[in-house]
């Protein structure tokens, strides 16, 4: 799924092997991959939000950084994942659209 013309706002093909490096346990070399994830996946993923979603850069910057400490590092998203089941992009979409409500509601709750 391209979100944008701009190349660093499209999904980057899935390196399965670095996925699964991303996946090990930390104080692996899992950290180092789990980085690169970060940073090829990031950019796509701020557009989405910006385009489809429609969401403001900094509601962007809060949601995106719950995400990653929650879903990415905290549930160690990467070791979720399965080759057999699809492309890597698709497993963080849909996980960054299941996590948007509750990460709405609890910031309407907060104000």
């Given at each position: 799924m391209s979100v944008s013309?701009?190349?660093?706002?499209?999904f980057p093909t899935t390196h399965?092997?670095?996925?699964?490096?991303?996946g090990f346990a930390p104080g692996?070399?899992?950290?180092?991959a789990l980085s690169d994830l970060l940073v090829r996946y990031l950019?796509?993923?701020r557009a989405y939000l910006t385009r489809v979603r429609g969401l403001r850069p900094d509601e962007i910057d809060d949601l995106l950084q719950e995400f990653v400490t929650t879903k990415?590092?905290?549930?160690n998203l990467a070791a979720?994942?399965?080759?057999?089941?699809?492309k890597f992009r698709s497993l963080i979409l849909k996980t960054l659209q299941n996590f948007m409500p509750l990460f709405i509601l609890r910031h309407a709750l907060q104000n």
């Open positions: 013309d701009g190349p660093d706002q499209r399965w092997t670095e996925v699964v490096r991303a692996t070399d899992g950290q180092g950019p796509p993923l990415f590092l905290a549930q979720q994942a399965e080759r057999s089941r699809g």
